[in-house]
């Protein structure tokens, strides 16, 4: 899966921050990290809100996304060189000063580059990718992939590193499969629409507790 870096100028203001996360969440999504999608969402709400608060309400900034070996790499430029972002051990009552917090937590590092025109904030998070072009091998993904080699008696396509037409290949394997499954249940006189809706309810509740996970800072 390619997963080109990209960017986008913006005036920092209040009501861009939830422009930009659905842009985060829609670019997550074709890059295949939606486990990875309510931090990035944090993270660039905290970064653009900072400039917001310590730069000024109309500074131009630039959000850029990118890969970093396997983890997520956000930035956020913008043009003061002396405002700087710092950690404070803010109390839970306090209104200010929890921004950079929040990424501390769930970001696996982040930083502060100063150039000469503008000063970068940046943070990278874990995406549990096995390498930079690949997709997120979970257990669910490796028991699918072992299925469908069982079923089709060949080893399944996979959708990193093939083109479009690879992709629809792959597809079609697995909603063969899937049919397959419900001709099974409906066979067995099991109610169909009752196991979508549960499967459906099962993965949803991965994804959120996956989020959750890959998002933890690795202890030290």
């Known amino acids: ?12 203001e209040p009501e861009e921050v939830a422009a930009l996360r659905r842009l985060m969440r829609l670019h997550l999504g074709v890059w295949g990290l939606h486990e990875v999608t309510d931090a990035a969402q944090l993270c660039v709400s905290e970064l653009v809100s900072n400039i917001i608060t310590h730069v000024g309400t ?7 996304v990118s890969m970093n070996g396997v983890h997520l790499r956000i930035e956020v430029h913008d043009p003061d060189t002396r405002a700087l ?18 990424i501390d937590a769930v970001a ?13 904030t940046w943070c990278e998070l874990v995406t549990g990718l096995a390498s930079p072009n690949g997709h997120v091998e979970g257990p ?9 080699e069982l079923c089709t008696n060949a080893r399944p396509p996979r ?21 397959d499954f419900l ?38």
């Open 85 to 102: 972002p710092t950690l404070l051990d803010a109390g839970s009552d306090s209104e200010t000063g929890r921004g950079m917090a929040l």
């Open 1 to 12: 899966m390619s997963r080109k870096p990209w960017d986008l100028n913006f005036t920092a």
């Open 183 to 220: 001709h099974w249940l409906r066979a067995h006189g099991c109610d169909v629409d009752d196991v979508l809706d549960r499967a459906q309810s099962r993965y949803d509740a991965e994804l959120n507790g996956l989020v959750g996970e890959v998002t933890q800072r690795p202890s030290s």
């Open 108 to 120: 696996a590092r982040w930083g502060v580059q100063l150039r000469p025109d503008r000063k970068v």
């Open 140 to 148: 669910g993904v490796l028991r699918a992939e072992a299925l469908l």
């Open 159 to 179: 959708l990193s590193g093939v083109g479009r037409l690879g992709r629809v290949v792959a597809e079609e394997s697995v909603i063969t499969v899937i049919t």
């Open 58 to 64: 109309g500074t131009p900034a630039t959000l850029a």
